[in-house]
């Protein structure tokens, strides 16, 4: 048998029509899409991906990473002209390379950048859908970057992670929020080494309420410290949120 190469990949996708990025017994999913795509390279053997992480339904990617293995003795552009022959238009790989056989796509990922999409006119757009979360609410986003400022930080995000999730260190690291005016449209970007569940989401869902005057930007420090969900502002929706960027060190 040949020897194993592994392989990462950076792929985006448009999430509406997905069920996530975890394989669910019931429904359509990124991992399942490129298991497939890759069993029908390998001659329907089974080959696994593993991702930097999960996203959930109706969430995007512009540069979510995956590493898999192969055996086939082929190019890397011939990889991704291949995979993407056999891809639905909504995902797509971006890019591919070979890689040392002991990178982890999740493990060694240093840092994530997540961006998250907010219009604020009063009516709905029918186009942004999909793709922005629509708030049509006055927003100071003088007190929405002092709130933000207050979780730039190593704190304890469990106030900040939906009360499912099930990992025991809740500990994480913020090291940027970076709030952006374009248009009608306001753009968060937040930057860490780990995100909790719908961590992202629900700091977004608290800073708007601190925009629309629901809260102060000073609330931050005793939700922060409360470590309690309920202290916290509404989840925001999924289709405002894409996984932007996944770094390494080296």
Excluded at 75 to 91: R, Y
Excluded at 132 to 150: E, R
Aim: proline share 2%; hydrophobic share 40%; charged share 25%.
């Amino acid at each position: 048998m040949a020897e194993l190469q592994r392989y990462k990949a950076v792929i985006s996708y448009d999430g509406s029509a997905f069920s996530g990025f975890q394989i669910q017994p019931n429904g359509r999913t990124i991992q399942a899409e490129l298991e497939k795509a890759l069993a029908k390279m390998h001659k329907s053997e089974i080959v696994k991906i593993v991702g930097s992480g999960r996203t959930d339904a109706g969430v995007h990617a512009k540069g979510q990473v995956i590493h898999f293995d192969s055996p086939l003795q082929i190019s890397v552009e011939q990889w991704k002209k291949g995979l993407n022959a056999l891809l639905s238009d909504d995902l797509v790989i971006m890019d591919i390379e070979k890689i040392s056989s002991d990178f982890h796509a999740r493990f060694d990922a240093s840092h994530k950048t997540y961006k998250y999409r907010v219009y604020t006119q009063k009516t709905r757009d029918p186009f942004r859908h999909h793709f922005a979360t629509h708030y049509p609410f006055s927003l100071d986003l003088d007190q929405v970057k002092l709130a933000a400022n207050h979780l730039v930080g190593t704190y304890d995000f469990t106030s900040f992670c939906s009360a499912k999730a099930e990992v025991l260190n809740k500990v994480r690291t913020v090291s940027e929020i970076k709030v952006e005016n374009k248009g009608d449209e306001v753009i968060f970007t937040i930057t860490g080494n780990g995100f909790l569940h719908n961590m992202v989401r629900i700091i977004v869902g608290t800073l708007l309420e601190v925009g629309s005057g629901k809260r102060k930007a000073s609330d931050m420090l005793g939700i922060l410290q409360g470590r309690d969900r309920q202290l916290a502002g509404k989840t925001a929706p999924p289709q405002g949120l894409y996984l932007w960027q996944v770094e390494y060190n080296g």
